[in-house]
């Protein structure tokens, strides 16, 4: 067990895990919110991330520069699907997500569905930062804006429990706060039943409210 683990699963501490990443960050945010939730939040430090400064150290850590990263001893876990399953092997197991069973990859099926509205939110936001208006490509963002459609109608008909905090629900409401913030789509008035769950989980789980991107 390296020196790291032993800290944030509350053994004699060491050093402290480094989560590389921004604030604005909606996968950021899904592990802020996890490390909350599972009462690991205050041993880890948050330390930004530039993914387009060939200087940072992130590079060296993820090959890919993106973020978040979890730095501890001995590896460097990414991405946040990842670094979440490690927080609640931590926090015990079987807090954010099932153990075994067809439950357990039905939980990992739609906490990815939600990271995918996260993902093409996040490419329409670059489409317009960018690139050029002459080199913006209509048929991409078109394909951007059907996965969030299908996406979020699929969530909106099936929605998590609100009152129960896990991988799926995490991964909605940083997505949906994260179209709250860029506004890619008006996807409050398309999908009402969605304002209602966020509502309702932002509500129940104070994590969410307590990792708000700074205005």
Same mark, same amino acid.
């Given at each position: 067990?390296?020196?790291?683990?032993?800290?944030?699963?509350?053994?004699? +501490? @060491? /050093?402290?895990?480094?989560? *590389?990443? @921004?604030?604005?960050?909606?996968?950021?945010?899904?592990? *802020?919110?996890?490390?909350?939730?599972?009462?690991?939040?205050?041993?880890?430090?948050? #330390?930004?991330?530039?993914?387009?400064? &060939?200087?940072?150290?992130?590079?060296?850590?993820?090959?890919?520069?993106?973020?978040?990263?979890?730095?501890?001893?001995?590896?460097?876990?990414?991405? /946040?699907?990842?670094?979440?399953?490690?927080?609640?092997?931590?926090?015990?197991?079987?807090?954010?997500?099932? @153990?075994?069973?067809?439950?357990?990859?039905?939980?990992?099926?739609?906490?990815?569905?939600?990271?995918?509205?996260?993902? &093409?939110?996040?490419?329409?936001?670059?489409?317009?930062?960018?690139?050029?208006?002459?080199?913006?490509?209509?048929?991409?963002?078109?394909? #951007?804006?059907?996965?969030?459609?299908?996406?979020?109608?699929?969530?909106?008909?099936?929605?998590?429990?609100?009152?129960?905090?896990?991988?799926?629900?995490?991964?909605? &409401?940083?997505?949906?706060?994260?179209?709250?913030?860029?506004?890619?789509?008006?996807?409050? &008035?398309?999908? +009402?039943?969605?304002?209602?769950?966020?509502?309702?989980?932002?509500?129940?789980?104070?994590?969410?409210?307590?990792?708000? +991107?700074?205005?």
């Amino acid at each position: 067990m390296t020196s790291t683990l032993n800290a944030l699963s509350g053994c004699e +501490p @060491t /050093s402290r895990a480094v989560l *590389r990443s @921004t604030l604005t960050s909606p996968f950021g945010r899904k592990v *802020r919110m996890a490390a909350e939730v599972l009462g690991l939040a205050d041993a880890i430090d948050i #330390q930004s991330a530039d993914t387009l400064d &060939a200087g940072d150290d992130l590079r060296l850590q993820n090959p890919l520069g993106k973020m978040p990263c979890l730095l501890l001893d001995d590896a460097v876990l990414y991405d /946040s699907r990842v670094i979440l399953e490690y927080l609640d092997m931590l926090g015990g197991g079987g807090r954010l997500c099932p @153990t075994g069973g067809l439950e357990r990859f039905v939980c990992l099926t739609r906490s990815c569905l939600a990271d995918g509205v996260a993902d &093409a939110a996040l490419l329409i936001v670059y489409e317009g930062r960018f690139r050029d208006e002459s080199q913006k490509s209509d048929r991409w963002l078109e394909h #951007q804006h059907g996965k969030l459609a299908r996406a979020l109608g699929d969530l909106s008909d099936c929605p998590p429990d609100p009152t129960h905090t896990d991988l799926v629900s995490i991964s909605l &409401a940083c997505a949906l706060g994260y179209l709250d913030w860029r506004k890619p789509v008006d996807w409050r &008035a398309r999908w +009402p039943q969605l304002v209602e769950w966020l509502d309702a989980f932002a509500a129940s789980e104070p994590a969410f409210n307590n990792t708000e +991107p700074p205005k």
